[in-house]
């Protein structure tokens, strides 16, 4: 028994290791530019949201935001050919690229409220392909109002939230009653993103199937700006 947790946490030791590394790279990746400046190369200025939202993409796309928001801030020339003009401080924005299916519920509502923390003194340009469904939904249309778009070819889907739980009764009633609090507050929050009203939200959702939308359909709903 001893040698087998030797052996567990080594194995942790070395997966630890690996994280801390990864996640080295991806920040070298992002503030390396040719001139060794990342403010002097704006496409840089990323991130992506691709699979399922759960507790490690979560992290590391927060982290990621963290990041790009404290690299905002930058000072430039007033007039780029003159050398000796003044010097104004810009705000550059930063883009998070989605495709998902959705996720954790509770993993997409950290993502969405640090978000909504940074769009404060950042603009997040939002951009969904391929497929943005469910909790991505929301998280598109938590970018910069104006700075939403999607693919022509983009499906957007978004449903009730969906749980499950075996147990005592009282246990699985105390779970139902936490799933509708999260579908409230999903419905919530998507309705202050979007041009939809709760009400509007909550017949979608009495389907009791999955709704899809095209990417103009989405657009009229107000979850995106533009179709590209």
């Keep these: 028994m001893a040698r087998f947790e030797d052996e567990k946490e080594s194995k942790e030791e070395n997966e630890n290791s690996k994280e801390e590394e990864a996640i080295e790279e991806s920040k070298i990746i992002l503030l390396n530019s040719p001139s060794g400046d990342s403010s002097d190369d704006p496409k840089i200025r990323k991130c992506?949201?691709?699979?399922?939202?759960?507790?490690?993409?979560?992290?590391?796309?927060?982290?990621?935001?963290?990041?790009?928001?404290?690299?905002?801030?930058?000072?430039?020339?007033?007039?780029?050919?003159?050398?000796?003009?003044?010097?104004?401080?810009?705000?550059?924005?930063?883009?998070?690229?989605?495709?998902?299916?959705?996720?954790?519920?509770?993993?997409?509502?950290?993502?969405?409220d640090m978000m909504r923390l940074l769009r404060e003194t950042v603009d997040i340009e939002t951009t969904g392909i391929g497929k943005v469904m469910s909790a991505g939904t929301l998280l598109l249309a938590a970018g910069t109002k104006g700075k939403r778009r999607l693919g022509r070819n983009c499906r957007v889907m978004i449903h009730a939230v969906s749980g499950g739980s075996i147990g005592p009764m009282h246990e699985i009633t105390n779970e139902f009653k936490e799933i509708k609090k999260i579908q409230e507050a999903y419905i919530d929050c998507l309705a202050d993103e979007t041009d939809m009203t709760v009400q509007q939200i909550k017949k979608y959702l009495k389907q009791k199937t999955n709704v899809y939308l095209s990417a103009e359909e989405a657009v009229k709903l107000g979850i995106a700006d533009e179709v590209f």
């Design 48 to 112: 992506m949201l691709y699979g399922d939202i759960n507790e490690i993409q979560a992290k590391d796309l927060i982290a990621t935001m963290i990041l790009l928001g404290d690299t905002a801030e930058t000072e430039e020339l007033v007039d780029p050919e003159d050398p000796e003009s003044e010097i104004k401080t810009v705000v550059r924005p930063f883009e998070m690229v989605i495709s998902t299916g959705g996720g954790n519920a509770d993993d997409m509502m950290s993502v969405y």
